[in-house]
């Protein structure tokens, strides 16, 4: 430095800079580091800033006025740097020679200023709107710049004159330049043309905000002010980042993935080349009979062990490829982040040795005071830095594994989705999805927590010596101990995660099937089911918590020990070593750093160890078997066949047993071929395997052109009637019509309450079962495709409907004659009009040909005709011939208003629900009598506009009840119902013991205070052993007072969650029908599943953060302000802003968290809904349009959970903020005070003020999560409390146990409605029945034949009048009385997973041999002895693994059980062949002789024998009589036989 400022002008001088009370800094040093410090900077910085800039361009921006003055300053910042060089030059040549320094500094300042200016220009080439490293360049300029400007004007006044005149005026000119481009630089410039700012209506204002503003979240303010003042909708929400939509990251991930797949493939091929020789896979084959059950698990161990070497695709590299460099840039912020934690206890050290120095000058205190408040502002401003671009990551984690799950759930096989049902792969979106987000916040801890722990360790050892070693020796016994815990709480939580679901699966059933349950008093059976299984639950959380309590001892009690430790061996070690106050109180708040990496570091690993499983569980999911899309060849335009099948042999998996064998098919083009057989005789799997939906385990298979799919169990969504109809094809009016007129939906629409923009209910639920049907219909032939493949459409509707819709659509004069055309069905009456027939016997082909060709060949067509097709045939051709007179016999309005209930579940061939269920208000199942008339085939144009006009008034009507998102703060009502729920005094004893812990905490550190005090005292020999023992004494009671506060907390929780949830599923067992009707399925489990999950697991660790951190802060209060009285004037300012943060920010982040949990469940039910259908999805080709759909709904949940993410960093870079004041004002009252502090006391006030901030932060935190948690009591509070039924016993009106004895049964003056403020359904019925006769109930739809049957078991109560069961009034006996002394056989089939023996009897009070004895009687017999698994057979979800039919004869089977005296029979109208509706007849009229029976009839024949008819007319008796009388009375009864064609 001589060389350079010559030997006049020194560069460091002591006395003149640190020991005087007016420091300043000698001109050398500033002229050369204080001048080069910004131009090192920026010279460093820019290479990388401009290849970064080159490689982003957003647009340029246009010049603008400011943009022009900061190039005009940064030009006159060069002129005035040169100034100075040739001023320099100047004096040169007049002789006054200057040192180097003078020409060098100026030269190097006018460079940067040229480099500056171009950088200027360069960003608003590129459309930077702010820039940062310009501001951080300024901003060094300034502080370098005010230390001359100060020391100038110091040097003026003290001379009394300017001695370099010309230097003293450029030097303030720079100085007022660099100040102007400071502040010009705080504001933004306009965003580039043309980017996509501009056009969105609601854009995130990150994108356009500023350095600063970006730097503390400043941009976020107008969000949180929006909050405060009206809770926020989603319409309020901004744009997502394009960056984090599905549209970028999706393909992102998807394209490493598939990287992984091809890499997987190509080392499995080299692989199996070795492999194959090592080892003969064993044989299989000759297991038989039990012995098979074992021997594909050998294989499976067998082939492991070949496979172990092979290398699996690993989902999480591409998960590191896809997101791995951006989470980069957030680990280089946390290293920053680590290292600037260390700078203040350093600082502390000073500051202790100041206050004890007595002549120290002043400024060195206030200088230090500012210096630890700007390390720590710093250090919060990298924090949250590096957590937004953790959490960014996270989030587009989630959206990228829920879109790559979505995607492969459409794609993969029939064997692959039995392996998982539809609620584990939702799980996956939902559980581990959400796992994957939570670790990637803490992953960078990984490498972080040990570099923290290892810089400590190292301060410490400077420190205390080698005594540090006994406290290293603590922490790392401590390890194992937590790593066990850890490990063992891992175990549970795998544990409970499975009960967890099976609770959830077992929720599901009754609450689809709650109706059955409630018919047949089986309630108790369940809920004893669930409880068993909850009780287990929470057993499990019951052993979490105890571990829990041992671990949070474990970590509290880690610093104190480690101190403990270290300053017991370091005073005991050595006479000499004193522990004096610098010393202790360094160590102490080192400890405290060493704290936060310890604790995390279990929870990090635990956490990734879950994410191991949930990755384990996803990867296992990507890699399931995909369909083949080549299995059908559709390429195929050689041959005139337009579908053919060769030498087909299929399964539904690889390692089943095929279930078509050698089938050979070819379908000219144009030709209607029908499909026939028994029921399970493989019709459907055929159509299956031309859609390739199956796996083609030989032969070929090509359709020519497109397909449409007609399924045997509708599949419509949850969409308006005409969207389910277009399927997103284009609407066209004219197409449209013809369609609806052909599927007879016409006289639908005008019952429907907005025509075809009627909302639909999931799964269709407020359609009839045939206006399902036709509705898919309706899709199949909008789609106007070549193929039509028809699953069995005509089996749901009636006879009538099913003749128009044969004769308009499939037969040969329909519209789509001259299609292909594959129809599955089980109506003779239609089979001589079609081309060929195909007759499927057990899988295989038994014959096929025309009609005639069929009847001649006598084999097992014609006898399946004989047996039923003679009298069926001649009804159809009768049947036509009146059809046109009669139709003015029931007048539209036939259709009353009413849900008819019973009709309203559809046969569940997929048990899944969807979310929104909805209230319907048109009846179902029978159609209206007027589409029977409309024989003309072409569309009637003057039809069409009579109903246009008609619809004009229908408002439109939105069906959908919407799920209500609470607004506005949490009722402190709440909270008071949770103590209630945990136990008052508990609540009480738990915050005591809070208090006394912390009590322990603040007596052992101002103990220790007291100690170090003794150094200044020199009395340090004589106690030291009372002072380590007491010290020792407190920690440890405040160890053990921890354990036994957070483990009678979790008791407490714990016992809360068992009340809560047992409260719930009591209610949900008690309520009435009519609630379930209204409410969507999706919306009460919820309640079972999200909501017991937060009150079982996520309130407890959110009351235990928040009672800790409340006590902490308020402890480090206590101390500050006993220490330094004067901090309690600075408390309540801080005290206010931080309350007013916080209230900001808990309406905002409330209101956002409730919106983005109320998003989120559309993104579920819109998956379980595609999963259902996506055989449909993908026979029309409509995949990529649901992904579409798909990733809308995961953007639209991301939207609301950034702002969630970026108001937790808003939040925390302000209290943080106040944090630092604090530490700010603690050691500036250290500094003022010190003539009267000792330095123990100062130590101890600081060090606690450092500490504070964190718990300040997670309080807030903690008081927001507290909140959006406890709404899930306030939740399940709320469907706890609904209205319930009738009590289900009452005990002094129990009926006698043998009742009903005779089955008489007396209605008088009946009517009822199916809810508060709907009309009457029936009106005044007064019958009476006397024991053992049989009636049949008919009448139209609507009539309120199925609400009969419900009055009878009060599942509808009374509006008026009485029904009497043999003289008992029913509307006084108990539920369970009641209904378990009738039984009812439901229209759709309902089975629970289970045993067999379980769906008979749930109650266990029959012997296997009466079982048998019901199987035997209904038919079932054969199949289950078949089985080996006899009685114990599991159903699957829903009796998937049973035919519709043989659930049906389960059902009878269950009524042959309980043989009470009255039984009701709801016919069934669907998928039932001919056959099993013969054997339940028969059966009921051998085996029910001598009860009373109600049928509800949907097929006349089936009641012309009975005692009398009951004919129902809008909810009045229109006929009571014998059939014979009726008939001859030529009323509506005669009108319903001669349609039947059971009269002439």
């Known amino acids: 430095m001589e060389r350079l400022c010559g030997p006049k002008l020194p560069f460091w001088e002591a006395n003149q800079t640190l020991h005087t009370d007016l420091p300043d800094l000698p001109e050398c040093f500033q002229l050369s580091v204080l001048s080069w410090l910004p131009c090192v900077y920026l010279w460093a910085v820019s290479p990388i800033y401009l290849f970064y800039l080159k490689r982003n361009n957003r647009g340029y921006i246009m010049m603008s006025i400011m943009n022009r003055f900061k190039t005009v300053f940064g030009l006159l910042l060069w002129i005035v740097c040169w100034t100075d060089l040739f001023y320099t030059f100047h004096e040169l040549r007049q002789g006054h020679t200057q040192p180097p320094i003078y020409f060098v500094t100026p030269l190097v300042l006018g460079m940067t200023m040229l480099l500056a200016t171009f950088l200027i220009q360069f960003e608003r080439l590129r459309g930077v709107q702010s820039s940062g490293v310009l501001f951080i360049f300024w901003f060094l300029s300034v502080l370098c710049a005010v230390v001359p400007f100060r020391s100038k004007i110091l040097q003026a006044s003290s001379q009394n004159e300017v001695t370099d005149k010309l230097r003293f005026t450029t030097f303030y000119f720079y100085f007022g330049l660099v100040v102007c481009e400071l502040i010009l630089c705080c ?52 744009s997502l980042n394009q960056r984090d ?116 000058p002043d400024w060195w205190g206030y200088s230090l005071a500012f210096l630890m408040f700007f390390t720590a502002f710093l250090q919060t401003l990298i924090l949250h830095r590096h957590f937004q671009y953790c959490f960014v990551t996270g989030m587009n984690v989630r959206t ?61 050892w400077q420190n205390l010596g080698p005594s540090v070693l006994a406290g290293v020796a603590v922490m790392i016994m401590l390890i194992p101990f937590n790593a066990v815990i850890a490990m063992k709480t891992r175990a ?65 009690s880690a610093p104190f020990l480690v101190a403990l430790t270290s300053f017991a061996v370091f005073v005991t070690v050595d006479e000499n070593n004193v522990l004096d106050a610098e010393r202790a109180f360094v160590s102490l708040s080192l400890f405290n750093i060493l704290r936060f990496p310890l604790n995390m570091l279990p929870q990090v690993i635990s956490s990734l160890v879950q994410a191991s499983v949930s990755l384990k569980r996803i990867q296992h999911f990507l890699s399931h078997d995909e369909l083949d899309p080549n299995s059908v060849d559709r390429t195929n335009t050689a041959t005139e066949f337009s579908v053919t099948v060769v030498n087909g042999k299929f399964s539904w998996a690889k390692e089943d047993p095929p279930v078509l064998h050698n089938i050979n098919v070819m379908v000219p083009q144009g030709s209607l071929l029908a499909v026939v057989g028994h029921v399970g005789c493989g019709k459907s799997s055929l159509i299956s395997a031309l859609l390739g939906e199956v796996e083609k385990l030989e032969g070929e298979v090509s359709i020519r052109g497109s397909v449409a799919y007609v399924p045997q169990q509708a599949w419509i969504q949850n969409a308006t009637l005409r969207d389910n109809i277009l399927f997103g094809k284009a609407y066209n009016e004219h197409k449209y019509r013809c369609v609806l007129e052909a599927c007879a939906l016409t006289p639908d629409l005008e019952v429907l309450p907005g025509g075809d923009m009627t909302e639909i209910g999931e799964k269709g639920i407020n359609l009839s079962g045939g206006q399902r049907q036709r509705v898919s219909l309706a899709r199949a032939l909008y789609s106007d495709t070549d193929v039509y493949l028809l699953d069995d459409p005509l089996s749901a509707v009636d006879a009538h409907v099913a003749k128009h819709i044969f004769d308009n659509l499939i037969g040969p004069e329909g519209v789509l004659k001259g299609k292909t055309r594959i129809l599955v069905t089980h109506g003779i009456s239609f089979l001589p009009q079609v081309d060929n027939i195909m007759v499927m016997v057990d899988g295989r082909v038994s014959e096929m040909g025309s009609y005639q060709e069929l009847l001649k060949q006598n084999g097992a067509f014609a ?167 007491v010290y020792a004494a407190l920690g440890i009671a405040q160890g053990i007072l921890v354990m036994i506060s957070s483990f009678t907390l979790a008791m407490g929780n714990i016992g809360a969650a068992r009340k809560l949830h047992s409260n719930l599923l009591t209610n949900k067992f008690h309520t009435p029908q009519s609630f379930f009707d209204t409410t969507p399925i999706g ?36 101390v500050i302000v006993s220490s330094t009285p004067i901090f309690a004037v600075v408390i309540v300012p801080l005290a206010f802003i931080y309350i007013f943060v916080q209230r900001f920010y808990v309406a905002t982040s409330r209101q956002l968290k409730r919106l983005e949990s109320v998003s989120r469940s559309p993104i579920y039910s819109h ?128 009926p006698p146990p043998e009742w009903p004895m005779e089955g008489n049964v007396e209605f008088q003056d009946y009517s009822v409605r199916y809810r508060e403020g709907l009309d009457l359904v029936l009106k005044n019925l007064t019958l009476s029945v006397k024991g053992g006769e049989k009636i049949g109930i008919v009448g139209r739809t609507g009539a309120g034949k199925s609400s009969m049957t419900l009055c009878l078991f009060r599942l509808l109560e009374a509006a008026a009048g009485e029904i009497t069961i043999d003289g008992l009034k029913i509307s006084e006996l108990g539920l369970h009385d009641l209904r378990s002394r009738l039984t009812i056989i439901p229209q759709e089939p309902v089975l629970f997973s289970g045993t067999l023996k ?113 004919v129902l007319d809008k909810g009045q008796i229109a006929e009571f009589d014998t059939p014979a009388n009726l008939l001859s009375q030529k009323g509506i009864f005669y009108g319903m036989a001669k349609d039947a064609g059971l009269t002439q």
Not at 315 to 320: D, Q
Not at 1102 to 1114: D, E, I, N
């Open 1398 to 1510: 379980m769906n008979l009897d749930p109650f266990e009070k029959y012997t296997d041999e009466d079982m048998w004895r019901a199987l035997q009687q209904s038919h079932l017999h054969k199949f289950v002895s078949n089985q080996p698994a006899k009685l114990e057979l599991e159903c699957s979800e829903g009796g998937e693994n049973l035919s519709v039919g043989q659930r049906q004869l389960v059902c009878l089977a269950r009524a042959l059980l309980r043989k009470t005296r009255i039984l009701i029979l709801d016919e069934a109208t669907a998928a039932i062949d001919l056959e099993t509706d013969d054997l339940i007849q028969s059966t009921i009229r051998t085996q029910f002789d001598d009860c009373t029976v109600f049928t509800i009839a949907h097929r006349l024949n089936t009641i012309m024998d009975y005692t009398r008819v009951l």
């Open 245 to 360: 939509s599905s549209k970028v990251t999706v393909p992102k991930l998807l394209k490493e993935w598939e990287k992984e797949l091809a890499k997987a493939k190509s080392s499995e091929e080299n692989l199996s080349s070795q492999a194959v020789y090592s080892k003969p896979p064993p044989s299989t084959t000759n297991h038989t009979g039990g012995g098979g059950e074992s021997s594909p698990e050998e294989v499976e161990v067998l082939l492991s062990n070949q496979k172990a070497a092979s290398r699996k695709p690993s989902f999480l590299r591409a998960l590191i490829k896809s997101f791995g460099p951006y989470f980069m840039i957030g680990s280089a912020y946390k290293l920053l982040q680590d290292v600037i934690t260390f700078i203040n206890p350093q600082l502390l050290r000073m500051l202790i040795s100041f206050t004890k120095q007595k002549g120290a």
């Open 1167 to 1294: 998956f379980s809904e595609t999963v259902t259908g996506s055989s449909v999805i993908r026979a029309y080709g409509r995949h990529s349009a649901f992904v579409l759909m798909s990733d809308m709904k995961v953007d639209d949940n991301q939207k609301s959970y950034y702002p969630g993410i970026v108001s937790n960093r808003w939040l925390g870079v302000r209290i943080e903020f106040i944090g630092n004041c604090m530490v700010l004002f603690a050691a500036l009252f250290a500094v003022i005070g010190k003539e009267n502090l000792n330095p123990g006391l100062v130590g101890l006030s600081v060090s606690y003020a450092l500490q504070v901030t964190m718990s300040l932060n997670w309080m807030v935190r903690m008081t927001s999560d507290l909140e959006s948690n406890i709404v899930a009591v306030e939740r399940v509070k709320e469907y706890s409390e609904t209205k319930t039924e009738a009590p289900w016993e009452v005990e002094d009106k129990k």
């Open 1083 to 1118: 919306r009460v489990i919820n309640r079972f599943s999200k909501d017991i999950y937060v009150i079982d697991e996520a309130l407890p660790a959110t009351v235990l953060m928040f009672l800790a951190t409340f006590f902490v802060s308020l402890s480090t209060m206590i």
């Open 492 to 556: 549970y939580q795998v544990e409970q995660m499975q009960y967890k679901d099976s609770r959830i699966k077992l929720m599901n059933e009754i609450l689809n099937g709650i109706k059955v349950l409630k018919l047949y008093a089986w309630e108790n059976s369940f809920k004893e089911k669930v409880l068993a299984i909850r009780q287990k639950e929470l057993n499990v959380l019951r052993k979490t918590a105890y571990l829990g309590a041992l671990s949070t001892m474990a970590w509290t």
């Open 863 to 1029: 006898e399946f005709l004989r047996n039923y097709a003679l009298e069926d045939i001649v009804e159809e051709e009768e049947a036509t011939e009146d059809q046109i007179e009669d139709e003015e016999l029931f007048p539209d309005d036939a259709l009353s208003n009413h849900t008819d209930m019973v009709d309203n579940e559809p046969v569940i061939n997929e048990a899944r629900r969807s979310f929104i269920r909805q209230i319907s208000i048109i009846s179902a199942d029978g159609e209206n009598p007027k589409s029977r008339s409309v024989r003309r085939r072409g569309c009637s144009q003057r039809k069409h506009s009579e109903q246009e006009e008609k619809k004009k008034p229908l408002e439109m009507k939105k069906l959908i009840q919407a799920e209500t998102a609470e607004t506005g703060r949490v009722k402190t009502k709440v909270y008071l119902e949770y103590a209630k729920a945990v136990g008052v005094l508990l609540s009480v004893f738990i915050c005591f013991l809070y208090g006394c812990q912390s009590a322990a905490s603040i007596g052992a550190n101002i103990w220790l205070s007291q100690w170090t005090n003794d150094a200044s005292t020199n009395q340090t020999k004589e106690n030291v052993h009372m002072r380590v023992g």
């Open 187 to 238: 504001f933004n410039e306009k965003p580039p043309l043309f980017s996509n700012v501009v056009t969105d209506p609601n854009p995130c204002p990150e994108t356009t905000a500023g350095f600063l503003s970006t730097l503390t979240f400043w941009w976020f303010t107008s969000m949180a002010i929006k909050g405060y003042k009206t809770p926020l909708e989603s319409k309020d929400l901004w």
């Open 400 to 460: 990228a594994v829920i879109g790559a799950i979505y995607r492969k759930a459409l794609v993969i096989t029939n064997a692959a989705k039995r392996s998982s049902t539809v609620g584990e792969v939702v799980n996956l979106m939902s559980v581990d999805a959400q796992r994957f987000m939570d670790l990637t916040t803490f992953l960078n801890l990984l490498w972080s927590a040990p570099i923290q722990i290892m810089l400590a360790l190292y301060f410490l």
